[in-house]
């Protein structure tokens, strides 16, 4: 359990002291997706939900998701973030809406995490303000499609 960086010689959790690493440009970038009923995506697409604009509010929800993300995450650093954003689409062969969220620094630690709260938080809050329409819908595919910066390089899923 050693080799673990969260852990300690003891086998309990710890914030890993990044101290000693270089300041570096990082970006992380993630995407998920919500399915739901065509009946709520139109609701959506028109902004005809009762609760009102779930884009612009999913939106901000998911920038402000992610400058807590460790207050959120146990161990995660809490980070300066330079840029954050959520980019919001409208899916009709889900049918649903596709969330692509990113987050940038220049620091010691990267931003996965905290794109990937953006995403996380962006999803739950579509599905919050279109539940009244459609309680089944569906979060799903949330994932890091890439990071740059750091040790350990630059990565990208295919």
Do not use: F, Q
Request: hydrophobic share 45%; net charge negative; glycine share 10%.
């Amino acid at each position: 359990m050693s080799d673990l960086s969260h852990i300690d010689a003891e086998g309990r959790a710890r914030m890993v002291d990044v101290g000693a690493k270089a300041e570096t440009a990082r970006i992380a970038r993630a995407e998920g997706c919500i399915s739901m009923s065509i009946e709520a995506l139109a609701a959506i697409e028109h902004n005809a939900l009762s609760k009102g604009d779930a884009i612009s509010t999913a939106r901000i929800a998911g920038v402000m998701a992610a400058k807590r993300a460790s207050d959120l995450i146990p161990l995660c650093h809490p980070v300066a973030l330079t840029d954050a954003g959520v980019d919001i689409e409208i899916d009709r062969s889900l049918p649903g809406v596709r969330v692509g969220g990113w987050a940038s620094t220049r620091g010691r630690t990267g931003v996965e995490m905290e794109a990937l709260t953006a995403v996380s938080v962006a999803l739950l809050t579509i599905y919050d303000m279109a539940k009244a329409l459609d309680r089944g819908m569906e979060i799903s595919d949330v994932r890091l499609t890439e990071k740059r910066g750091g040790k350990s390089g630059d990565w990208k899923r295919d």
